[in-house]
């Protein structure tokens, strides 16, 4: 008596071969500070001011402020900020104080971005806490649209 065994070849098809996953790259705090003044230029966000943290802190790289005519403005602003931020490849980005929209935070990691109603801003002067000049005050005019 002879025994026959079967033997099976199992070959993967392109189609189904496991794939690899795409890594989004997560730009470095140049580009990615070169991305968000883009952004607040094309929201004509009001006297954006970039402050380099190097040797202050160690929470982030950069701080950018910047002023919005109204709350609507400024929350329109955080909303773009935020998605094109996901869009870079940034999944982690948060924000604080979209309910009021007087001062809104956002949270990219390695830059802050802080965007204020012109009144507020005026008032918490965050800029002088890091030895940065708060910028003069645009049009009037436009400021209160």
Request: aromatic share 6%; glycine share 6%.
């Amino acid at each position: 008596m002879q025994e026959v065994r079967a033997i099976t070849t199992h070959t993967e098809t392109a189609a189904s071969a496991p794939q690899p996953t795409a890594v989004l790259q997560i730009p470095e705090p140049q580009a990615l500070k070169a991305l968000i003044e883009h952004t607040l230029d094309e929201d004509q966000a009001d006297g954006v001011t970039v402050i380099d943290l190097a040797g202050k802190a160690t929470f982030a790289d950069y701080m950018i402020v910047a002023s919005g005519r109204n709350t609507r403005h400024v929350g329109a602003m955080a909303v773009k900020l935020t998605e094109k931020l996901k869009q870079a490849g940034f999944r982690r980005v948060e924000t604080e104080g979209m309910e009021q929209c007087d001062w809104v935070l956002v949270d990219a990691g390695d830059i802050i971005i802080h965007l204020f109603k012109p009144e507020v801003r005026t008032f918490y002067n965050i800029e002088k806490m890091w030895g940065a000049e708060m910028p003069a005050p645009s049009d009037p005019a436009r400021l209160s649209a």
